[in-house]
């Protein structure tokens, strides 16, 4: 989703912040015109990155630049400076490691973290356990901690640190941070009661600095990931009243966000993946009406995004959409239309199957249309070929438990 968390990290006290002005560029680093040192040294560490890395969301990447700079600016790192610059990144993060251990020092560990960060994650992790240990109640560290943990599935782990992190927030951005960091760790967990607690609490955190009058699209990004996130754990408990209002609220949200992007693909997707939301949130409430225009403006956003090129997945996404448009025009009574619909939501997920066959979302939505159709009786598709197809979607781990009574459906009027 388009939509990720502001690089919001403070400015880091006198032992984490870099000094101007940088140290001299070390010979052996390679100049690329245009960009700074920290950026070149950036650029050297991402041609590295192996498996297991963090995602590199933009407080991330800030924090990255900070240690990079910081790096820089340390006498007694050019050492390592000019391994980074010869692609010697074993002996760099060893001695990154080494320094911070020799010093007991938290800002250590957490400035060699950061570099590791999105490079090598478990490296990162261990570089940031470390600080966490030291000084469990640093902010940014306890983020960065848990967010590592919850990549190696540790969510026990996950939820000890962000719970460090909302106690560590010294201003409403930090603790609207550290609660959808908390909610997400939840959602992991499938602690749903904790999600609607902690996100609450997160787009509380949200509003309240809207109206204080916050204005940059990092602030209204945040909302409406906490919005969207709260009302997905209202779809899980059925709760799909207050679901419909928060995706309503996040639309508004998202609209603005893409209007300002001026048709960027990327945000588009965005509000194309809400509107879908809101779509199966309506047909479950029922409210077919609202089904089918919110299934038809995204069924329009990937065409769209599609016609475009190049964007990675828009025509199994496009089919995903289509699905979900015939579904709400079945609900509407609106029969032959629906079959026109899930026909052309058949051949685009076969398409979007052939072009990519690794893909398993492509074959859970040539199934679930054949499934559709099927049931409202179109000529042409018989049990046995849904039976068949929703196995291979299974196989290949397409399907979840939600969908398994479909599956066994299939199998019951197949074999009848």
Known sequence: MFWKKKANEPTPPASEAAPTPPAPLPAALPSVPGKDHAAQLAVVLTRRAGP?????????????????????????????????????????????????????????????????????GPRARRAYEQAFTLEPRHFWGAIFVARLR?????????????????????????????FFEAALVALGREDFDAVLSYGAQAVDASRGAIKAGARDAFAL???????????????????????????????????????????ASAVKKGVAELLEKSASVAASAPDPESAMRFSAEAVSIWR????????????????????SMGEALRLAGQVEAAKFTLREALETARAASASNPADPTARRDVSLALWRLAHIGAAGVTWAQVAEAMESAAASGALNPKHQHFLDEARRRAAA
């Open 52 to 120: 297991q890395v963090a995602p590199m969301t933009p407080d991330a990447v800030d924090a990255h630049m900070r240690a990079l700079d910081s790096l820089l600016a340390d006498p007694a790192s050019q050492g390592v400076v000019r391994d980074i610059a010869a692609e010697q990144i074993e002996p760099a993060f060893a001695a990154l490691e080494r320094n911070a251990a020799d010093a007991r020092d938290a800002a250590k560990w957490r400035r060699a973290g950061a570099i590791m960060y999105g490079i090598d």
């Open 304 to 323: 769209t995004i599609l016609a475009a090129g190049g964007e990675p997945g828009a025509q199994g996404a496009l089919a995903a959409a289509l699905n």
């Open 150 to 178: 919850a990549l190696a599935q540790d969510l026990a782990g996950a939820n000890e640190a962000a719970a460090a992190a909302i106690l560590a927030g010294q201003t409403p951005d930090e603790r609207g941070t550290a």
């Open 221 to 263: 990004r945040d909302y409406v990931a906490r919005l969207t996130l709260l009302a997905d754990a209202n779809v899980v408990r059925q709760d799909f009243a207050t679901a419909q209002r928060l995706y309503a609220e996040a639309l508004v949200g998202a609209r603005k966000l893409s209007d300002a992007a001026r048709g």
